[in-house]
């Protein structure tokens, strides 16, 4: 009877644990949620504005904080010359020939960049489209083809400034030859750097010619150690 008894209940024990279920599930799946981002639409962003603006510098910047692809028309010729592409081909053999690369061309590389891998799964900064140059096309068909893109900008940025403000700008902008580094009047002029750094100075040597007020007045009252 207690042999009966004890494999009975052995039988119980080892079964319970099989028809016992957990009644919570974690809802948060790591998998499944890695499928979703990477089948998620990258974020996209369009800078407008006038030239000299500052929209390379924004596209820049929201290009590395977002890790997105940044669409420069300059260096989107480089990187198709280097790969020796149709259009990198086409281009290096007019500027060859001293001539400018038409918008065309320009246009036709900013659209077959958009459709890479790269952009449709780390999306694009772009800020050198639509074009105020209506040569090739009009304004009113260079954001009919944003429309009409597979991947369209979630964000518009419209940077404004007035023209005075972006003329002086402007002329105040120098090139450093060796790279085409492009530097703005703060950063080259030596007078504006020189006061800059008086700037600097000054409220160094108030913070100085307060602590000295301070000292004497302690000594005018005897506060100091003697």
């Given at each position: 009877m207690l042999v009966g008894s004890?494999?009975?209940?052995?039988?119980?024990?080892?079964?319970?644990?099989?028809?016992?279920?957990y009644p919570f599930v974690d809802l948060y799946d790591e998998d499944e949620a890695d499928k979703v981002f990477l089948m998620s639409k990258p974020t996209c962003f369009?800078?407008?504005?006038?030239?000299?603006v500052g929209k390379k510098t924004l596209a820049t910047k929201l290009a590395q904080i977002?890790?997105?692809?940044?669409?420069?028309?300059?260096?989107l010729i480089?990187?198709?010359?280097?790969?020796?592409?149709?259009?990198?081909?086409?281009?290096?053999?007019?500027?060859?020939?001293?001539?400018?690369?038409p918008e065309e061309l320009i246009v036709k590389m900013l659209l077959n960049k958009i459709e890479t891998p790269e952009v449709f799964h780390f999306g694009y900064v772009l800020c050198d489209f639509p074009s105020l140059s209506e040569e090739y096309m009009t304004i009113t068909e260079q954001?009919?083809?944003?429309?009409?893109?597979?991947?369209?900008?979630?964000?518009?940025?419209?940077?404004?400034?007035?023209?005075?403000?972006?003329?002086?700008?402007?002329?105040?902008?120098?090139?450093?030859?060796?790279?085409?580094?492009?530097?703005?009047?703060?950063?080259?002029?030596?007078?504006?750097?020189?006061?800059?750094?008086?700037?600097?100075?000054?409220?160094?040597?108030?913070?100085e010619e307060d602590e000295d007020a301070e000292e004497e007045e302690e000594e005018e009252f005897g506060f100091l150690p003697h």
């Open positions: 004890a494999s009975s209940t052995r039988r119980v024990m080892m079964a319970s644990p099989q028809e016992q279920s369009l800078i407008l504005g006038k030239p000299g977002w890790k997105c692809t940044l669409i420069d028309v300059f260096e480089d990187e198709n010359i280097s790969a020796r592409t149709e259009y990198g081909l086409k281009s290096k053999q007019l500027l060859y020939q001293g001539q400018s690369i954001i009919e083809i944003i429309r009409n893109l597979k991947l369209k900008p979630d964000i518009l940025i419209n940077i404004k400034c007035p023209d005075y403000d972006l003329c002086q700008r402007l002329s105040g902008q120098r090139q450093l030859y060796a790279t085409g580094q492009v530097f703005q009047r703060d950063e080259w002029d030596p007078d504006i750097i020189e006061k800059r750094k008086k700037k600097k100075k000054e409220p160094n040597k108030a913070g």
